[in-house]
């Protein structure tokens, strides 16, 4: 009965220490993550939960356009 090795990253190319087998080894690691960042899904959830939130921060903190209203008694006396 035949057991199985645990996975090892392993180099297509270049020797130990080499910028080639180096990146190779790393894109071997990483390739399911790459494959989900390139779908895009991601994406669309940020923009919309990020609507969202300027949408709640904008309630909380709305802006005036006009300035308080002065009355006439504010306007005749000076400070």
Do not use: C, K
């Not at 996975?7 to 990483?30: I, Q, R």
């Not at 960042?37 to 939130?53: C, E, N, P, S």
Request: proline share 8%; charged share 10%; aromatic share 8%.
């Amino acid at each position: 009965m035949a057991t199985s090795a645990p996975p090892v990253a392993v180099s297509n190319e270049g020797g130990s220490g080499s910028a080639v087998g180096d990146t190779t080894t790393t894109m071997m690691w990483f390739e399911p993550a790459a494959r989900w960042l390139t779908q895009g899904r991601h994406v669309t959830v940020a923009y919309i939960a990020g609507f969202f939130v300027l949408l709640a921060l904008h309630g909380r903190e709305p802006v005036e356009h006009a300035g308080p209203q002065l009355t006439q008694t504010a306007i005749a006396a000076p400070r």
